[in-house]
């Protein structure tokens, strides 16, 4: 048993509570109390505390690419060959280092559960390893041993564009063959105390519409979350609307792949009618704002999805930086700047889209709040960083929302066990171990530095 005391916590809506009392058994919360002093023998936690942070979007290899790709690599594509390039040299021991190193950086700032749209699934040439799920194990056990949670967003990815066109180069480590190849490799996953199995479809240019359809029932027959790449770029819009007739939301509507148990990544490029289908469906939204920004792919229309009934969650998919609390604040933010006016969503939003409705998003329902029932995953950020200093005198919610930075984190406990303590992660030389990992995984391409 542990039990916390938390100077402020966030409970739910729009404002943090003062003294709470967090008492957990075997790594679930058992009761909060509010509005009371710190006993004898209990954690205390100054600062401003709040449920763990749910990452629903990583592509954690993409890490390696932070820096590399802001001179001389002018649009998307560009920038997709950069990234291949570093996948066509991930190993299973290359591809822990560095998710470890990655997912100890994201502990750092705050998550606690992370969904990896994981699509590198075979050898280089596209053999198979001896056990099929070698790369995903890897990748799952990067997570753990950094000390968070995992959904392995197992993604299937059969095709080049939406005519069809095979998969070559380095993209034949995607292809499973078949979608019933992909379910049935994915199917001897599992689950486990701090790993969860669920599925994707990449997008509608890399699955065939026939398959969309039977991977959607497939994840539902498994109780399995399932994510899909929706409306990133123009031209996947008018890649459908040629092939089919349809943008990319229709398509998926009309394949029975939208719903509450769906999470459309980006969902930038959307008509009135995408946006009726997604909110009516109650399909999430995965916004992955520095992405977006750094790939110049435009502002998605969050506060328009959220109010047809779609929930918003983040990610900080191909980790430009890894800080949710920017990735949160930016959905208001951005919004400001397309529309000339403030206050589109409330602080209680945006916080729901870091906590819980991430954690359901990612099919960790439990892990999203700080209540009776829940698992004590927690979070706490200092009030009196040069950033947040000041906090204490007005709204503390608002003021880290708005200001703070995955720098102010603290601590970071999951079920309770200590991940993170004053700023530390307690396993993990994040520094280091990104720095080979890193290194590692870029090689000698002079092209890279």
């Known amino acids: 048993m542990t039990t916390f005391h938390c100077e402020q916590a966030w409970l739910g809506g729009d404002f943090a509570t003062r003294d709470v009392l967090i008492e957990t058994a075997d790594g679930v919360i058992t009761a909060v109390t509010a509005g009371v002093p710190a006993p004898e023998g209990v954690v205390v936690l100054p600062g401003l505390t709040l449920p763990g942070l749910a990452n629903t979007h990583s592509h954690v290899f993409h890490r390696a690419i932070r820096g590399h790709s802001q001179s001389g690599v002018a649009d998307f ?22 998710a470890r190193a990655t997912y100890a950086e994201m502990a750092l700032s705050g998550v606690t559960s992370v969904g990896e749209f994981h699509y590198v699934h075979h050898q280089a040439a596209g053999e198979r390893y001896a056990d099929p799920n070698e790369m995903s194990r890897a990748v799952i056990r990067a997570a753990n041993d950094a000390g968070i949670r995992i959904t392995l967003i197992d ?6 564009d939406v005519h069809g066109a095979p998969l070559t180069g380095v993209q034949r480590r995607f292809d499973d063959g078949s979608w019933q190849a992909w379910a049935q490799r994915v199917a001897q996953l599992g689950s486990g105390p701090m790993h969860r199995t669920g599925a994707a479809i990449h997008s509608v240019r890399a699955v065939p519409r026939a398959a ?15 994510h899909v790449h929706l409306s990133e770029q123009p031209a996947e819009n008018r890649a459908a609307l040629e092939a089919f007739g349809l943008t990319p939301t229709a398509v998926l509507a009309a394949e029975g792949a939208l719903g509450a148990t769906t999470t459309a990544v980006h969902a930038t490029h959307l008509t009135d009618a995408d946006i009726a289908d997604l909110g009516g469906s109650r399909t ?27 929930p918003l969650c983040v990610g900080s998919d191909a980790h430009m930086m890894i800080d949710l609390w920017e990735e949160a604040r930016a959905i208001e933010l951005d919004e400001r700047l397309v529309s000339g006016t403030r206050g589109h969503l409330s602080v209680g939003d945006l916080v729901r ?3 819980t409705d991430g954690a359901t998003s990612i099919g960790w329902p439990e892990a999203g ?20 200093a000041g906090a204490r005198s007005g709204d503390a919610l608002a003021h880290v929302v708005f200001a703070a930075t995955a720098a102010d984190v603290t601590d970071v406990f999951v079920g309770g066990r200590p991940v993170v303590r004053e700023g530390r992660h307690r396993s993990v030389d994040v520094g280091r171990a990104l720095e080979s990992a890193v290194a590692a995984a870029l090689g000698a391409v002079d092209s890279l530095g």
Do not use: K, N
């Not at 997709?80 to 822990?96: F, H």
């Not at 969309?212 to 399932?226: N, Q």
């Not at 700080?370 to 950020?381: P, S």
């Open 212 to 226: 969309m359809g039977p991977i959607a029932r497939t994840a539902r027959e498994h109780g399995w979350p399932l």
């Open 77 to 98: 594509w560009l920038w997709r060959d950069l990234m291949y390039s570093v996948a066509e040299r991930l190993t299973p021991e290359l591809m822990y280092d560095l």
């Open 284 to 310: 999430f939204i995965s916004m992955c704002c520095t992405t977006e920004r750094d790939l110049a792919d435009g502002v998605g229309p969050a506060v328009r999805l959220l109010a047809a009934g779609s």
């Open 353 to 355: 889209a870091m906590t």
């Open 155 to 160: 993604t299937c990815y059969l095709q080049a």
């Open 369 to 388: 709040s700080i209540a009776q029932g829940a698992v004590a995953d927690l979070v706490t950020v200092r009030l009196d960083s040069p950033r947040t």
